[in-house]
Structure formats: C-alpha cells, structure tokens
T-cell receptor
Framework: DSGVTQTPKHLITATGQRVTLRCSPRSGDLSVYWYQQSLDQGLQFLIQYYNGEERAKGNILERFSAQQFPDLHSELNLSSLELGDSALYFC?????????????FGNGTRLTVT | GQQVMQIPQYQHVQEGEDFTTYCNSSTTLSNIQWYKQRPGGHPVFLIQLVKSGEVKKQKRLTFQFGEAKKNSSLHITATQTTDVGTYFCAGRKTSYDKVIFGPGTSLSVIP
C-alpha cells in the first residue's frame, strides 16, 4: 500500500460528459502529480502541484483542469470527454522540497468513455 | 522539450537469462529513477541514482547512471517469473522539475 488513495477506481461515462477524479496524497507529502496511461502506453505527465500551487505542466489538454486543495488532496477534472480520453489516470505524491524525492503512486482510476 | 527514451520496448527471455533495459535522455538529468509496474498494477519506485557514473545494486538488479548523466541502464541477472512487468526510467532536469517517464520496457519471462 503506497498510502496514496485514488477514487473512484473505475468510471464509465459517455462522450461529452465531465468527470472528476480524486487523489489523497500520502501523509506528509506536499506534491501531487497526475499522469495518464493509455492502453500499453507509457506514463504521460499531465500536471504537478506543490502545496496548493501549480508547479509544472505537461501536455494537458485545455479540456482538463486540476487543483490541489488546502488539505493537499487534488482533483483532476476532465470535460467534454472524447473516446480517446479512455485511459488509466494515476496520481502520485512525493515529499518534494527535498532533493530527488521518489514518487508514490495510487492504484489509478480507469476511465472508460463510450 | 525534454524526452526520455527506452529500449527495447519489449523483451522476452527464458527464465534464468539476463535482461537489460537502456534509458536515454535528450537533456542532462539531475537524477534518474526506476520504477516497476506489474501487469494490472501501479508503478512502484525501485531506486534513484544521483551521481555521475553511479552504480547501485539490489540483489539481482544492477542500476547504472552514465557519466554524462544522460543515460542509465537496469540489468537483471538470472531473471525469475517474479521479474515480469514494465520497467520505467524517469528523470528530471533539475531537482524541482517535472518528472518525465520513458515509454518503458515490458519484460516477459518464460518459465
């Protein structure tokens, strides 16, 4: 158990809809990362937050947005969903603020867009 | 932008054979991390290399960081079926930069 909690585990929705994925980081971790993993693909970096502030942005679509709340949990919002958005979405957390801290991943949310 | 590449994409080995995956970055890295993802699972941190030329071992796994801090390798000696999974390298340009993952090497071990 990594200590990172992601909900829901599975999500099935239709094209054009909007969903929210939730992530609770490990206790004490200030940084949250979001990654997208499509079938048999690698981990595509979406966005990183540190202590409530956006720190780094990857190839995140404009239809996607995220935020980190004062209690450090994070939400990833996906809107106007397309079939191609079907993927496994991972959240990871790290202590950060320290040099070279490893990432601890949650179990992921599997999104299926029909 | 920063790119991290890995080869091979897939590797099938007989149990007991050795396995190596190579990771190359388009830019100098502050550090390199290695993760393993079992089928149906999430990536799990294995190790981190920070110094130029660094070599670290974990039982049958040997990790190396290149002198120029742009490449790395993971070598598994005498593979076992428990080694099955996808191995990802991940790096960042600075200690506070985003962590970019390579595409991974998927290892299959034939008993």
């Amino acid at each position: 158990d990594s200590g990172v909690t992601q909900t829901p585990k599975h999500l099935i929705t239709a094209t054009g809809q909007r969903v929210t994925l939730r992530c609770s980081p490990r206790s004490g971790d200030l940084s949250v990362y979001w990654y997208q993993q499509s079938l048999d693909q690698g981990l595509q970096f979406l966005i990183q937050y540190y202590n409530g502030e956006e720190r780094a942005k990857g190839n995140i679509l404009e239809r996607f947005s995220a935020q980190q709340f004062p209690d450090l949990h994070s939400e990833l919002n996906l809107s106007s969903l397309e079939l191609g958005d079907s993927a496994l979405y991972f959240c990871a957390s790290s202590v950060e603020g320290l040099v070279n801290s490893p990432l601890h991943f949650g179990n992921g949310t599997r999104l299926t867009v029909t | 932008g920063q790119q991290v590449m890995q080869i091979p994409q897939y590797q099938h080995v007989q149990e007991g054979e050795d396995f190596t995956t190579y990771c190359n970055s388009s830019t100098t890295l502050s550090n390199i991390q290695w993760y393993k993802q079992r089928p149906g699972g999430h990536p799990v941190f294995l190790i981190q290399l920070v110094k130029s030329g660094e070599v670290k071992k974990q039982k049958r796994l040997t990790f190396q960081f290149g002198e120029a801090k742009k490449n790395s390798s993971l070598h598994i000696t005498a593979t076992q079926t428990t080694d099955v999974g996808t191995y990802f390298c991940a790096g960042r340009k600075t200690s506070y930069d985003k962590v970019i993952f390579g595409p991974g090497t998927s290892l299959s071990v034939i008993p």
